[in-house]
């Protein structure tokens, strides 16, 4: 007898995603300790699902997050979506399921040692997020006589887009996050711009690396013109040097970039570090020329 619920739990596997059942007709696990049986070993699966019918459950992986937009009981989670991309940019498509109450399951990756916390609600109505320690139901998954879907936007076919740093930054304080998250920097504002979301990130301890890839994809699409990639890469070392739960103004930026300049390899270097600072006005020629 054809198993299509088998076949798709062996399909996500193959993707090295975790998944597990659950409930038929129901988003609940089948069992009790969905965490510690979640798995991508075939033999394993094969057993669990060996009943048609089963919903299946996939365990967001630590390196994910998931945008859950509820659409039903008055809730329009949609609404609240474009409210925060017309105010902090829109989201890169990617993975894209469709609930059966019409709602969208939006997946994106996360950055090295980044976490989210699960919440509903938190970033806006009808807006939750799942992520590590937390699960979603996935296709061909039926609910209340509707099946889940991804359509052209299933995780095999389409490649897993970065989460925007503003959308992080939601994931973990809500709608009291930084209202830098939607500004758009021109010129004699792109470094002091990006070093001032890079800060807010280093606050939250966040990594050299994971600080520097947030920042390639907020500089491609808030700055105008984006920055080179080297000087993003400064500016990313730069902030990276202070410890997690430090206090970074726009003063204290400046020091940064002394450090960097202290630490920079030959006069090359040292010239390269001032020219990109005084190039977007965080550097005056005199105080350039007092380095030099």
């Not at 040292?270 to 020219?275: A, G, H």
């Amino acid at each position: 007898m054809y198993n299509a619920t088998l076949e798709a739990a062996l399909k996500y596997a193959e993707l090295g995603y975790k998944v597990f059942p659950c409930k038929p007709g129901e988003k609940k696990p089948l069992r009790s300790g969905w965490q510690e049986s979640a798995t991508c070993d075939p033999s394993k699966l094969e057993d669990m699902f060996s009943t048609p019918g089963l919903n299946i459950g996939w365990a967001v992986p630590e390196n994910m997050m998931v945008l859950d937009i509820d659409q039903k009981a008055g809730i329009d989670g949609f609404s609240s979506l474009e409210a925060l991309e017309k105010r902090y940019g829109s989201l890169q498509q990617g993975p894209n399921q469709e609930t059966p109450s019409g709602g969208n399951h939006l997946v994106f990756s996360l950055p090295e040692g980044v976490t989210v916390p699960n919440s509903a609600g938190k970033i806006g109505q009808g807006l939750d997020i799942r992520s590590s320690g937390g699960y979603i139901v996935v296709a061909p998954s039926i609910v209340n006589g509707k099946e889940y879907q991804w359509g052209n936007d299933a995780p095999w076919r389409v490649k897993t887009p970065p989460a925007p740093p503003w959308l992080i930054d939601l994931a973990i304080h809500g709608k009291k996050a930084s209202p830098i998250a939607s500004a758009v920097f021109g010129q004699g504002e792109r470094n002091s711009g990006l070093a001032s979301i890079a800060g807010s990130m280093r606050k939250r301890g966040m990594s050299q690396g994971a600080i520097y890839a947030a920042l390639i994809e907020e500089n491609k699409t808030r700055c105008a013109p984006p920055l080179s990639e080297s000087e993003v890469r400064v500016i990313a070392e730069s902030i990276a040097g202070y410890a997690p739960s430090s206090e970074i103004t726009p003063a204290r930026q400046v020091s940064d970039w002394r450090e960097a300049i202290e630490a920079a390899e030959g006069p090359d270097q040292v010239v390269e570090v001032c020219r990109l600072m005084s190039g977007d006005g965080l550097l005056s020629a005199t105080a350039k020329e007092s380095l030099l």
